[in-house]
């Protein structure tokens, strides 16, 4: 059983398309992240929620918009892609808010043409 | 300075080696704190969480010392499976966790 999934793993697409990417976690968790890793591997959250509500938003361009329908998933939509939107976007989930151990999705791979 | 910093490495050691790893992080409020580990085009696994006494998980061992704000892992006899990139994680006391830029470890037969 995958604790976190997201789909795709792979993306591959042109500048200025819209694209979105799928997170589901079946581990009862009231709070999911996003995060990206660049080439550098250097690992930035990019949104949190706690209970379907947005905590945390950091300093992403609003071309990003996180979408969470229920507790079990959060999707990440970006529009008009750009060439340095081009990542590994993991998902995770922790049981609280917080402090608390965070399981990871195995990472969607999105590159910008 | 970075809110969380960790040396890149890499570090390369044979196997039975101890290699220790430190970080240090800016924010003197920060509460929580991690070693995850990654392996290459993996996602992040949390391999211990550090607590103020110290804690030891078979030949894995992390230190706290908040008085210097640094974080310490310690392995002990290495083994080639531990070769992998590993984070510190430091949650800020308040909403948010900060992940270091890993060190990396190659271990050598």
């Known amino acids: 059983d995958t604790a976190v999934s997201q789909t795709p793993k792979y993306l591959v697409t042109q500048m200025g398309n819209d694209k979105s990417i799928k997170c589901e976690q079946n581990l009862g968790h009231d709070t999911m992240y996003w995060y990206k890793q660049d080439s550098k591997k250097f690992l930035k959250i990019m949104f949190s929620?706690?209970?379907?509500?947005?905590?945390i938003n950091e300093t992403v361009p609003n071309r990003f918009s996180p979408k969470s329908p229920d507790k079990a998933h959060l999707n990440l939509h970006i529009n008009s892609l750009e060439l340095g939107d081009s990542a590994v976007y993991f998902c995770?989930?922790?049981?609280?808010?917080?402090?608390?151990?965070?399981?990871f999705g195995p990472g969607t791979r999105l590159l910008v043409l | 300075r970075k809110e969380v910093e960790q040396d890149p490495g890499p570090f390369n050691v044979p196997e039975g080696a101890t290699v220790a790893f430190n970080c240090t992080y800016s924010n003197s409020a920060s509460q929580s704190f991690f070693w995850y580990r990654q392996d290459c085009r993996k996602e992040p696994k949390l391999l211990m969480s550090?607590?103020?006494s110290g804690n030891e998980d078979g030949r894995f061992t992390a230190q706290l010392n908040r008085a210097s704000q640094y974080i310490s892992l310690l392995i002990r006899d290495s083994k080639l499976s531990d070769s992998a990139t590993y984070l510190c994680?430091?949650?800020?006391?308040?909403?948010?966790?900060?992940f270091g830029a890993g060190t990396r470890l190659f271990v050598k037969a």
């Open positions: 995770a989930s922790s049981q609280v808010f917080g402090g608390e151990t965070q399981y």
């Open positions: 550090v607590y103020s």
């Open positions: 994680v430091v949650n800020d006391g308040g909403f948010k966790t900060i």
């Open positions: 929620y706690n209970n379907k509500e947005l905590i």
